[in-house]
Each structure stands twice: as C-alpha cells, then as structure tokens.
C-alpha cells in the first residue's frame, strides 16, 4: 500500500489474508450463539456431581426470575471481552480495524479513535473483570474437586476429568493474562529488592508469551465442559465412572 493504485485497493497481499480474520469471527460467533443460549436456560445444568461450568457458583435466588447463570457470566464474560488478545481478534474480524498486517482498514480514514471513546474507553476496566473473573475461578475449582465426590463415595468419571481440564485451562488463561503480570510485577523499580516477586513476574511472563494459545483452549473447553454436562442431563450420553 505504498503508492499509486496500490493505495485504492485493499492490499497488494497475494496470500488469504482473509482466512484468519474469518475463522476468528466464525469461531467466536458461533460461541457467543451457544453462550447465550444456555445463559437463559434455566435447565440441564446439574448433574451431581457435576455442575456446568456457566452456572459456576450455582446461586439461587427467589427475587431473579431468570437464568442463574445470567447473575455470574457477566465476569468471565467481560474479562473475555475486555481482553487484550481478544480485542484484537474481534477488532479484526468484526470491525475489520484493520483485518490483517498491511491491509487497509474497513473504516474511514482519520475516524479511528483508539479506545478514548464510548463504548470501547470500556475497555480500560479490563484488570477488575479480572478480579471478578479470579473469583469466579475459585468456585470453577471448588466445583472440579466436588466433581470426585459420588453418592457412593470418592471416584473419578468422565465428567471430573472434562471439569479439572477445564479448570486448568481457565487458570492458565486467567494467569497469562495481562493485567496478572502487572499485578505481581508492577510499581516496581528495582526487581532486585523483590526477588520473590520477580520470579513470579518472570514465569507468568512465560505464560503471556503463550497467552492466545491459553485464550483459544480454554475458550474451547468450557463450552465443552457445559455441552457435556448438557449432554448428560438430558440422557444423550452416560457418563463412564473410571473409579
């Protein structure tokens, strides 16, 4: 896009460029789809002992009349959202701000306005969905390790496996993160004078350099830890109990 004609097309890129910004928002859409879905539902989401990971902490309440689901999502939901991976898969294959390296933006020249503006100055709250999201986690794990308790006893199925995966991955997308970085290594001027929190800083720096992997993986494995509790509630599939 240097000159010339080149600057009234696209991109002058011979590759499908197109392919990964495709993917992504077909990906992501057809998450968000699922996502809602069973965000309203108000069933098939319990199967002692295991819980969907939507409905995770499952919070009764006589005054909400909707889904449970509906009064924690919000947390995770909008530490996905405001994540600093993700903004670039969506601002690329949504809003095509640009939709790859050296090609032209789908919005017009000069109206770009970073995140300063409503509604993506939103973006900045990212680190306190992280703490809400952090906290969230917690039951994510306290419902893994429930998942080993049967009626008659402790064992092992399917479903505790898909559960403790599931929580791994969480925990390894929420630990990548951004903002977790900051938080053990940030407001310091001298590492050497906090050992301790450098090397926490230097292993979770480790982490974020895999942070799309952790984004993408866990992404898929809590909608199939909800799909296969799903499963299991309306008797598609059976859950083989390994011990």
């Known amino acids: 896009m240097a000159n010339g004609t080149a600057q009234s097309s696209i991109t002058m890129r011979k590759d499908a460029w197109w392919v990964a910004p495709l993917v992504t928002a077909t990906i992501l859409s ?9 965000a309203f539902s108000h069933a098939d989401f319990l199967v002692q002992p295991y819980l969907s990971p939507f409905y995770s902490p499952y919070l009764l309440a006589s005054w909400w009349p909707l889904s449970p689901a509906l009064l924690i999502l919000w947390a995770p939901l909008g530490f996905r959202a405001t994540c600093y991976y993700y903004r670039k898969a969506y601002y690329r294959s949504f809003f095509m701000a ?31 969905f992280f703490y809400a999201a952090g906290v969230i986690l917690i039951f994510l794990w306290i419902d893994a390790l429930h998942a080993f308790k049967f009626e008659d006893g402790f064992g092992i199925g399917v479903g505790t496996i898909v559960l403790i995966i599931n929580a791994v991955l969480l925990s390894m997308y929420s630990l990548s993160c951004h903002s977790f970085r900051h938080l053990v290594g940030g407001k310091l001027d001298v590492f050497s004078k906090c050992p301790t929190r450098f090397r926490i800083w230097g292993k979770v720096s480790v982490w974020n350099e895999h942070h799309m992997f952790w984004a993408w993986v866990s992404l898929f494995s809590v909608a ?20």
């Open 30 to 38: 057809i998450f968000g789809l699922y996502s809602t879905w069973r």
């Open 98 to 128: 640009p939709p790859g390296c050296a090609v032209r933006p789908l919005a017009k020249e000069g109206s770009y306005a970073g995140e300063t503006r409503f509604p993506f100055i939103l973006q900045n709250i990212h680190r306190y």
């Open 224 to 243: 199939l830890a909800d799909l296969y509790v799903f499963l299991l509630a309306r008797g598609v599939i059976t859950d083989i109990r390994i011990i």
